[in-house]
């Protein structure tokens, strides 16, 4: 039988600037740390890497790794300054996996399939005070498909939502056919402007959502209108238009702020190149493979 982890063990999902923050800190404080990542350092950032961020760099570096990293010779940003999704990782999480601290504890592309606790049934010591004597039992695959069990007495998931997006369908699941059509669709923030510019200039491209990722893709899709002939946009969202991006009183992210205001603006027809549709939910979705082309069926 596998032998018991030591009381002070912990595992960390995540990489990115959460789940590093978590890990050196943990570290300084005694704990016995191991960090699974299923990509690379910062795979969300970089996956965005286009993306200026709202926040400043003084707002994005926790005091724990700054800290460890000076020591290490390394210099702020600008504080004031915006950074990418690329510029975090590249200035910031990648220099912060080199340091010593995390050597042998950090493993990359190992994803964390399941996790529960080892003996018991999640219907088992249910508010229990045995429960927690229990530790985590961690199931992980490695980059070539091998599987093996860890186990840790405290878990920090700091995995976030990105690798996560939601469905298009109503109530958060797939439309009809979208499970099949998945593959072709984009669930993340394209960037129409630079290396996905040939998937959009010149077409009509469809945006579902209504959150941040959505107003930055349909802001940017509206540029490449102006730049590239015969390109439009419908943009469907489950609020209607006047309900969309409320201004926060007194929001200190004034790229957030900019951002909600040429959304809202788009929304309300300020632009002939975008199309809004408020109210609605998604149905389904149809493909022609002749035509190439999509259908997304609302109501």
Known sequence: ?????????????????????????????GFDVHLFERGEVGAHPIAWGHVRMFTPWRMNLGPRSA???????????????YPTGAELARRYLEPLARLPQLENRLHLSTQVVHVSR???????????????EHPFRVLVRDV???????????VIDATGVYGQPNWAGDGGIPG????????????????????????????????????????????????LAAE???????WVTRKPADALYPPIQDDPLAERVALYARARALARGE?????????????GFEFNSATHRYRAQLR
């Open 144 to 154: 070539g498909g091998r599987e093996s069990h860890l186990h840790a007495y405290a």
């Open 228 to 234: 590239a002939p015969g390109t439009s946009v419908l």
């Open 1 to 29: 039988m596998t032998a018991l982890p030591s009381r002070n063990s912990l595992a960390v999902f995540g990489a990115g600037p959460i789940g590093l923050e978590a890990a050196l800190a943990a570290i300084e404080r």
């Open 176 to 223: 009809r056919r979208e499970l099949y059509l998945a593959p072709q669709m984009s669930y993340r923030i394209d960037d129409v402007l630079d290396l996905r510019r040939a998937r959009h200039a010149g077409k009509r491209t469809i945006v579902i959502g209504g959150g941040a990722s959505a107003a930055t893709t349909v802001c940017d899709l509206a540029r």
């Open 271 to 283: 632009d002939a190149a975008v199309s809004h549709v408020g109210g609605a939910v998604v149905e």
């Open 67 to 81: 800290a460890l990293l000076e020591r290490a010779g390394w210099t702020r940003p600008d504080p004031e300054s």
């Open 118 to 132: 080892r003996g018991l049934l999640k219907g088992d010591s249910i508010g229990s005070p045995t429960r927690k």
